[in-house]
């Protein structure tokens, strides 16, 4: 469930909420995604896809996670500049 354009809280199979922050949306091929990690963990980050109910699902295959890896290295690149 969306919260405000920095946090999503997202439940987990288990039903335990977890506050989560955005780093990065973006749209490929009709298809959105949103980048998130935990507060504090800047180093794990977890991939997703969402619709216009913004509906979460988790992104496992490679390919889509290796693109929205060099996506987020552009879009960080751009913030060194």
């Given at each position: 469930?969306?919260?405000?354009?920095?946090?999503?809280?997202?439940?987990?199979?288990?039903?335990?909420?977890?506050?989560?922050?955005?780093?990065?949306?973006?749209?490929?091929?009709?298809?959105?995604?949103?980048?998130?990690?935990?507060?504090?963990?800047e180093?794990?980050?977890?991939v997703?896809?969402?619709?216009?109910?913004?509906?979460?699902?988790?992104?496992?295959?490679?390919?889509?996670?290796?693109?929205?890896?060099?996506?987020?290295?552009?879009?960080?690149?751009?913030?060194?500049?």
């Amino acid at each position: 469930m969306m919260d405000n354009e920095n946090k999503i809280y997202i439940t987990d199979d288990g039903g335990v909420e977890h506050v989560m922050e955005v780093i990065l949306t973006f749209a490929i091929n009709e298809k959105n995604y949103v980048i998130v990690n935990e507060p504090g963990n800047e180093e794990d980050a977890f991939v997703f896809t969402y619709d216009d109910d913004h509906n979460l699902e988790v992104v496992e295959d490679e390919d889509e996670l290796n693109m929205a890896a060099e996506v987020l290295a552009a879009f960080e690149g751009e913030d060194d500049a």
